[in-house]
Nanobody, 126 residues
Framework: QVQLVESGGGLVQAGGSLRLSCVASGRTYGRYTMGWFRQAPGKEREFVATIHWSGGTTSLADSVKGRFTISRASAKNTVYLQMNSLKPEDTAVYYC???????????????????WGQGTQVTVSS
């Protein structure tokens, strides 16, 4: 069992930055691949970024490449999403998730993740 708690969301102007954090608890946290997803009002939840439990493999959605970075501090049981050059279209609730799935091609699917945080709101004003 893994419990996830996100923080770091807020209101920022376009072009600004935020860093989201996701703190995990549970005995097997270290063996989970961690992902960030987001959901805007009226839209489906979409993949943002993911990082393998080893930290050696990451993947980013095309819409955030070059602006967002995912990292993890295993000693702190924490995953980060650094978001730079934010745009109004980045506005959404951001969710942290954990999966034991080893197949990289499935990491972009919300259905691959069995554990989710409660979400943190990110609002980017124009």
């Amino acid at each position: 069992q893994v419990q996830l708690v996100e923080s770091g969301g807020g209101l920022v102007q376009a072009g600004g930055s935020l860093r989201l954090s996701c703190v995990a608890s549970g005995r097997t946290y270290g063996r989970y691949t961690m992902g960030w997803f987001r959901q805007a009002p009226g839209k489906e939840r979409e993949f943002v970024a993911t990082i393998h439990w080893s930290g050696g493999t990451t993947s980013l959605a095309d819409s955030v490449k070059g602006r967002f970075t995912i990292s993890r501090a295993s000693a702190k049981n924490t995953v980060y999403l650094q978001m730079n050059s934010l745009k109004p279209e980045d506005t959404a609730v951001y969710y942290c998730a954990a999966t034991g799935e080893d197949r990289l091609r499935l990491w972009v699917l919300p259905s691959s993740y069995g554990y989710w945080g409660q979400g943190t709101q990110v609002t980017v004003s124009s």
